[in-house]
């Protein structure tokens, strides 16, 4: 698959000077080494260090791989190193999964730190290990702590590349919403999609999820307890818990049966260490938030694969692959809304300028049990004093005028300039019956797939 985006990363490497070391953190398969190599070319040597091998057999691979180079077959990281460092300093020295020197030869951080303090080499070293990548680049206990000049934290391809890969494999917009709302952005699962002869939405999700040898399902799986350690059982509970919808500390230590107190540092652990979840609140007014998962292959996984786990163990594969397809749905337009939030947050959609955004909810004067509001998207334009209200639809054929009067009762209990704010509403759907422009006097805006198909292209 040919290169995409990565623009802000390969801008930062254009303006570092030869002398430099760069730390690169994200995920197993979202780009890191694909980036390092794109970029750097046949500047760089890529050393991959393998968790599940003896230091002496690392190094003999390396020798093995790089036989043009001459390198030293001896026993141990520090002399290999001190060796590359002096003699390939024109070099780009790339260590890939660096983390796994702590399975391999924990003190050699320790040898690698004199070395870098040493040479000086052009240094990029990378982990997949996110929690524990922060430790050894970032904390200050760390003997590598200061080393690095710069620190790439690399994040998800954006919708906008995952579309503009999607319509090169010959993909529309809709399907693309479709593997967006399962994949995410990670590019090497783009890869796999590019391979296959014939694509079908749902028969590939059932293959990498269910079917034997269900390689995504192992994969997800493994990642996690790695990034978890001893403790995984607790962390995939509570990330169970939230992607059903149980999503409040009460909810969650409920979902657990522990108190709420017994799964704060776990919460905490997922949000800061892990950068798994995240604590979402209302636009206004916002104090008592709620947790929601951040990576779209993570919701799915914990709430349609892992969730009924127990028919695989079974091998009742059609049964969930049953289960999936009737869930399938629900899922892409929960995704959808936060897609259209990551669209309008990089100014792709809207013709309004918003100082913040996000959803709203709240609790109103009424009926018993029917005292609760939600909205989709609020964007508000705090100088000027404008509100937009927005709803997303995953949906053919959406009646504008129903959603538009719904979301207008809604807008009513927002308080927020009430008496002299400009409103605006806008409805996201996949198609209408017909659109809108005017409501009540007020300017109303209907984006079908194929106006943000138009918008992401310009």
């Known amino acids: ?11 930062i490497l254009n303006n570092i000077k030869d002398d430099f070391r760069i730390a690169i953190i994200g995920r197993r398969r ?5 980036l390092v190599e794109e970029f750097y070319k046949d500047k760089c040597i890529n050393f991959f260090v393998s968790a599940e091998k003896a230091e002496k057999e690392i190094i003999n691979g390396w020798v093995k791989e790089y036989a043009d180079l001459h390198l030293p077959n001896i026993d141990n990281f520090k002399e290999f190193f001190e060796f590359v460092f002096f003699h390939l300093r024109d070099k780009v020295i790339f260590i890939d999964e ?8 924990k003190s050699f951080l320790f040898d690698l730190q004199r070395l870098i303090d040493k040479h000086k080499p052009k240094l990029i070293v990378s982990g997949s290990l996110i929690s524990i990548m922060k430790k050894i680049i970032e904390e200050y206990k760390s003997p590598l702590y200061g080393r690095f000049d710069f620190i790439i934290k690399l994040k998800e391809l954006d919708f906008k590349t995952v579309y503009n890969i999607c319509k090169d494999f010959g993909f529309g917009i809709e399907e693309s919403f479709k593997i967006y709302s399962v994949f995410g952005g990670i590019p090497k699962y783009y890869e796999l999609i590019e391979k ?29 307890k790695e990034e978890f350690g001893k403790e995984h059982k607790t962390f995939f509970s509570i990330l169970s818990a939230i992607s059903q919808g149980k999503n409040k500390n009460s909810e969650i230590a409920g979902y657990l049966g522990k108190k709420e107190t017994e799964i704060t540092k776990y919460l905490s652990m997922l949000k800061e260490d892990y950068e798994l979840i995240e604590r979402d609140t209302p636009v206004i007014a916002g104090k008592r938030g709620i ?26 594969e059609n049964k969930i692959i049953e289960i999936l397809r009737n869930n399938l749905n629900l899922h892409i337009s929960r995704t959808f809304e936060k897609t259209i939030y990551e669209l309008i947050v990089s100014k792709l959609i809207l013709p309004f300028e918003f100082t913040s955004i996000g959803r709203q909810w709240g609790k109103f004067k009424g009926e018993k049990g029917k005292n609760t509001y939600e909205i989709d998207l609020v964007a508000l334009n705090e100088k000027n004093r404008e509100i937009l209200f927005g709803e997303c639809k995953w949906q053919e054929q959406v009646n504008a005028e129903k959603i538009l009067k719904e979301l207008n009762e809604k807008a009513k209990f927002v308080q927020w300039n009430n008496e002299k704010r400009k409103e605006y509403f806008a409805i996201f759907a996949k198609s209408f019956k017909r659109k809108i422009s005017e409501f009540e006097g007020k300017k109303a805006y209907c984006f079908d797939l194929k106006d943000i198909k138009k918008l992401i292209g310009k």
């Open 30 to 34: 979202i780009g890191k080494t694909r």
């Open 196 to 224: 296959l002869r014939e694509f079908e939405f749902e028969n590939f999700v059932s293959d990498s999820f269910i079917k034997y040898p269900r390689p995504l399902y192992e994969e997800v799986k493994t990642m996690l």
């Open 98 to 105: 660096m983390q796994n020197f702590l399975k391999v030869n």
């Open 291 to 316: 947790y929601k998962i951040k990576n779209n292959i993570v919701s799915f996984w914990f709430n349609n694969i892992w969730k009924y786990s127990q028919f695989l163990e079974t091998g009742q």
């Open 1 to 11: 698959m040919k290169f995409y985006n990565r623009n802000e990363e390969i801008k």
